[in-house]
């Protein structure tokens, strides 16, 4: 792996992206013929997570890939207010237990294990691989790649509106957590965020259509202009 790694870091993102889509989907199918949705994908996803961050540890990459502490005051990213605000988004509406918890546990095991993923994966791998070349396209890349990654969602069942909703505030966070890591040069915040956001999806309530519109609405408004705002304004002070 580390040679690989050392040949071509693009590569090595774009087989832990390919590795991450597959086995996750494989994973899926095999958990629902035991009755319990995620329970092999449970497992998968932490052995996965374990291999990356051991690999990026073993390598001296942990600042190269934002697993260190905020570059400056909190103050100059608002303390993270918006991005606190972000996380609580599936509790907008209400909450809601799931109708048995315990199995139910390993689909939020997975979808936190997840979002630790796909940080790692989509803001540090693949980014990182990118802006080496191109900052600029590597951040529309990263943004756009991570909103349609969740196109996946249509081979679950998914409804199409409800997918592409998904998709348009997905690309929208994953710019605002690309400038976060840009700007403070941790990509913690982000993986805390994201593995809050997936964590509490199965405590989430629907608000019915035009509510999860409204919803989406404000997940694509705020981070966005978060992102500028950091961008523009925060940029003075988290250099």
Request: charged share 10%; hydrophobic share 55%.
């Amino acid at each position: 792996m580390k040679k690989l790694y050392q040949k071509n870091e693009l590569t090595f993102a774009i087989l832990w992206i390919a590795a991450y889509v597959v086995l996750f989907s494989l994973s899926d199918g095999l958990s629902e013929a035991t009755g319990i949705p995620k329970l092999f994908t449970m497992f998968l996803s932490i052995a996965m997570a374990v291999v990356l961050i051991g690999f990026i540890r073993q390598n001296s990459l942990k600042t190269y890939y934002g697993l260190c502490g905020v570059r400056g005051s909190m103050k100059n990213y608002l303390y993270f207010l918006p991005l606190i605000l972000l996380s609580t988004c599936n509790l907008w509406n209400g909450l809601a237990m799931p109708g048995n918890l315990l199995k139910a546990l390993p689909a939020i095991v997975t979808m936190t294990m997840a979002g630790l993923l796909e940080e790692l994966i989509f803001r540090g791998l693949l980014f990182k691989a990118m802006s080496k070349e191109n900052p600029k396209a590597a951040i529309i890349v990263s943004s756009l790649t991570f909103g349609m990654g969740h196109i996946v969602n249509l081979l679950n069942g998914a409804p199409v509106p409800d997918t592409l909703l998904q998709i348009a505030y997905a690309t929208a966070i994953g710019y605002l957590f690309i400038v976060i890591f840009l700007k403070s040069g941790s990509i913690v915040p982000c993986i805390i965020a994201h593995c809050v956001i997936n964590g509490t999806s199965a405590f989430g309530r629907s608000a019915g259509t035009w509510g999860d519109i409204l919803s989406a609405l404000a997940l694509v408004i705020i981070p966005v202009g978060y992102a500028l705002w950091l961008q523009r304004k925060g940029a003075e002070h988290a250099a």
